[in-house]
Nanobody, 125 residues
Framework: VQLVESGGGSGQAGGSLRLACSVS????????VAWFRQAPGKEREGVAT???????NYGDSVKERFMISKDDEKNIVYLQMDSLKPEDTAMYYC????????????????????WGQGTQVTVSS
């Protein structure tokens, strides 16, 4: 399984960026793909998840601003980030797992076996 992130870069507060996670090698009938982020000196934080049925959930700090979606034909999971804030600055990672826990547990890092290399997002005020 390989996850490759793209789309990071710099943006202005109030602006938008879109990240993409290209997924390959999955043979599981059900799985979750998630976006996490990690700022310097901070723990990795769950941003958004989406499962094979399209069920999504979001971290409290990004609700109403970010949207996760997937294109099953292209095997890409997107993270649309709107109303960006300087505190959104972080390295963003795409994670994947074949385990499908209840939504309340989907940000638990121990469930994620596969990770991308990360893409940097920097938001200036």
């Amino acid at each position: 399984v390989q996850l490759v992130e793209s789309g990071g870069g710099s943006g202005q507060a109030g602006g938008s960026l879109r990240l993409a996670c290209s997924v390959s090698g999955y043979t599981y009938s059900r799985y979750i793909v998630a976006w996490f982020r990690q700022a310097p000196g901070k723990e990795r934080e769950g941003v958004a998840t989406i499962d094979t049925d399209g069920l999504t959930n979001y971290g409290d700090s990004v609700k109403e601003r970010f949207m996760i979606s997937k294109d099953d034909e292209k095997n890409i999971v997107y993270l649309q980030m709107d109303s960006l804030k300087p505190e959104d600055t972080a390295m963003y990672y795409c994670g994947g797992t074949q385990f499908v826990p209840p939504p309340r547990n989907r940000f638990r890092l121990e469930f994620y076996k596969y990770w991308g290399q990360g893409t940097q997002v920097t938001v200036s005020s």
